[in-house]
């Protein structure tokens, strides 16, 4: 299993406040993503990372920051929860290496999860 | 236009029995990935299966397959001799371009498995 770790596990916050969720890992993959998962959208990419503060917005980077100061962490902040950000979020790593063959991106690896409920 | 594509209602299948999961994918560019995950009701993402573009046989790993057909573009999962801890969701997923590392995810088939 890659070693990818997301702290907390679970969340009660209340809106309005702010809430940074942290994602660890041990591999050294270039890449790090933040996704949401919600009933009915599969999963939707928020932000991404393809170096030390090297960051993008991914499909639903509203309402979201995020901040990579060392490989292995990758932090997202809701600066001012609100109850549509209630969610289960997943943090993951890729490698990607750039190969004269088509097949160059590897799969993605997955943290266990953040639930976040927003009252 | 949705990029992935995956409508099929909850799956049962008997055990010991073959599943197949659909997928249907749409893009313009001629590198891409198609990646299934497992997602049991524990919670944790499992990567199972990657089939690239320029492939010329379809993918295998253990009791998966994945079935492709590019003409169609569809990237049905095939799992083979059921068991019961298969019950789960399974996504579909596809990147797009080869400096592209982002993935789309369809919003995933559940699949129950019945003794």
């Known amino acids: 299993d890659a070693g990818i770790t997301q702290s907390p596990r679970h969340k009660v916050t209340e809106t309005g406040t702010p809430v940074t969720l942290r994602c660890h890992q041990t591999?050294?993959?270039?890449?790090m993503y933040w996704y949401r998962q919600d009933p009915g959208h599969g999963l939707r990419l928020i932000h991404y990372?393809?170096?030390?503060?090297?960051?993008d917005k991914g499909e639903v980077s509203d309402g979201y920051s995020v901040s990579r100061s060392k490989t292995e962490d990758f932090l997202l902040t809701l600066e001012s929860a609100t109850s549509s950000q209630t969610s289960v979020y997943f943090c993951?790593?890729?490698?990607?290496?750039?190969?004269?063959?088509?097949?160059?991106?590897?799969?993605?690896?997955f943290g266990p999860g953040t639930r976040l409920t927003v009252t | 236009a949705q990029k992935i594509t995956q409508t099929q209602p909850g799956m049962f299948v008997q055990e010991k029995e073959a599943v197949t999961l659909d997928c249907t994918y749409d893009?313009?560019?001629?590198?891409?990935?198609l990646f299934w995950y497992k997602q049991p009701s524990s919670g944790e993402m499992i990567f199972l299966i990657y089939?690239?573009?320029?492939?010329?046989q379809n993918a295998t790993e253990g009791r998966y397959s994945l079935n492709f057909q590019k003409a169609r573009k569809s990237a049905n999962l095939v799992i083979s001799a059921s068991q019961l801890g298969d019950s789960a969701m399974y996504f579909c997923?596809?990147?797009?371009?080869?400096?592209?590392?982002?993935?789309?995810f369809g919003k995933g088939i559940t699949l129950s498995v019945r003794p």
């Open positions: 893009t313009s560019d001629p590198s891409y990935g």
């Open positions: 591999e050294n993959h270039r890449y």
């Open positions: 997923a596809m990147r797009e371009g080869r400096a592209n590392s982002k993935l789309t």
């Open positions: 089939q690239g573009s320029y492939d010329q």
């Open positions: 990372s393809y170096g030390v503060k090297d960051t």
């Open positions: 993951a790593i890729s490698e990607s290496v750039v190969l004269d063959t088509p097949r160059d991106l590897l799969e993605q690896y």
